[in-house]
């Protein structure tokens, strides 16, 4: 099947990682491993120049008839002053609402050669590999009331407000459960039942969901704040965690720096599944547009290439082409190369350039 992609390179460094991913994808193709119909699209401060908006029309419509969109990043001080509804993050958002894009995926692996650059000692990270699977479109980001009132005394009073449904709930457990089968085979669910109800019928609608479709899978359920300290203790206990909005923001910063760069982490957003079970879906680093080291090919591109990966294995059903990537990557950190910001001080770095060409030859 040819798999037609989206690619929304963005703003800052994005298109210069961008420039790396379609060199891996112009590999792919010549190497007979996969096939690809390419559009490109402008987001962010890309798009507001072009267009005076975050995302166009057009560009929508191209997501949502893509297999998968990869996206790079958006932002940076040009666009600082730019109205509130044509904000660089405007489309990004634009992109996650209108796609339904409710389940975040942030995997943090550790590459063998970057263990002994970890915060934790190298063997509590070394072969490190779990998967967060954060609820992204509900709880109490999203939830009603959300305000702010003067209580007349001097004193405000702020409300946000957690609000979950079985459905919401069901959808995000079904994709842990669904992705735990292609690893470990095992998903630790977090909420704060104790205190919380939205835990309760979290971790009620998870146990029943496991009973009825996926006993196959081990299941364990874990306080988050407990969860929260076992991830720095020993991590490689978890396979895939499955978490609500809030506590996965949180758990998935944590998790991510366990192994290292904020330029090695990728992403992945998926939707809901149509009748023919496509989902839709978007790949993008973790990091921004780092307007600091902009312009200066010198970026990582190892979270975007990563990204990449993620789609080909959960949009495009090439996961033997993802961990060829994947193992390609891990050959050219074993090989001690580095890009500036995972090369220890001192030691001579690549260019952006340099390393996507790399993890091709690699
Ligand atoms: P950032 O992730 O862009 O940069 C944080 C630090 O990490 C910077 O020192 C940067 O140089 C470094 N860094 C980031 N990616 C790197 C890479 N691939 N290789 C080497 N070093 C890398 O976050 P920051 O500085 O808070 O935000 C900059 C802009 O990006 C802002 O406009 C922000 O709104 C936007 N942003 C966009 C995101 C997105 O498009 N999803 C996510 C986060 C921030
Ligand atoms: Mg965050």
């Not at 419509?61 to 993050?89: N, T």
């Not at 959300?146 to 957690?162: E, F, H, P, S, V």
């Not at 205190?195 to 009825?212: N, P």
């Not at 993008?284 to 902009?294: C, L």
Request: proline letters at 4%; aromatic letters at 6%.
């Amino acid at each position: 099947a040819t798999h037609k992609l989206l690619l929304l390179a963005g703003d800052g460094i994005g298109p210069e990682v961008m420039e790396e991913v379609k060199r891996v994808i112009a590999w792919l193709e010549k190497a007979g491993l996969a096939s690809f119909a390419i559009e490109e699209g402008l987001v962010g401060g890309a798009a507001y120049d072009a267009h005076g908006v975050s995302i166009s029309e057009a560009d929508m419509a191209l997501a949502k008839a893509s297999d998968a969109v990869i996206f790079g990043a958006v932002g940076g001080p040009k666009w600082a002053d730019v109205g509130y509804d044509v904000r660089p993050e405007a489309g990004l958002l634009r992109l996650r609402k209108d796609l339904e894009l409710f389940a975040n995926l942030r995997p943090a692996l550790c590459y063998p050669a970057l263990a002994e650059a970890s915060s934790l000692k190298p063997e509590v990270v070394e072969g490190l590999d779990i998967l967060i699977v954060r609820e992204l479109t509900g709880g109490v980001y999203f939830g009603e009331p959300k305000t702010i009132t003067d209580l007349g005394n001097g004193q405000k009073r702020a409300i946000d407000t957690q609000v979950y449904d079985t459905f919401e709930i069901e959808r995000i457990a079904a994709v842990a459960f669904e992705l735990a089968r292609t690893r470990r085979n095992k998903v630790t669910s977090a909420e704060k039942h104790n205190v919380m109800k939205s835990g309760v019928l979290w971790k009620e609608v998870v146990t029943q969901l496991h009973a009825r479709a996926f006993q196959d899978v081990e299941l364990e359920h874990q306080l988050a704040d407990s969860l929260a300290m076992q991830l720095v203790r020993w991590p490689k206990q978890y396979d895939v965690i499955v978490t609500d909005n809030l506590f996965g923001d949180i758990l998935s910063d944590l998790a991510s720096m366990l192994t290292g760069s904020i330029g090695m982490l990728p992403s992945a957003s998926l939707g809901a599944a149509d009748a023919a079970g496509k989902r839709a879906s978007m790949y993008e680093p973790v990091h921004g547009s780092a307007p600091d080291i902009a312009g200066q090919g010198i970026a990582n591109p190892i979270a975007m290439i990563g990204s990449l990966a993620m789609a080909l294995r959960y949009s495009l059903g090439k996961g033997e082409v993802a961990d060829r990537i994947e193992t390609a990557i891990a050959a050219v950190l074993d090989a001690g190369k580095r890009t500036a910001d995972i090369a220890p001080k001192g030691t001579p770095a690549i260019s952006t350039a340099e390393m996507g060409a790399a993890i091709v030859a690699a």
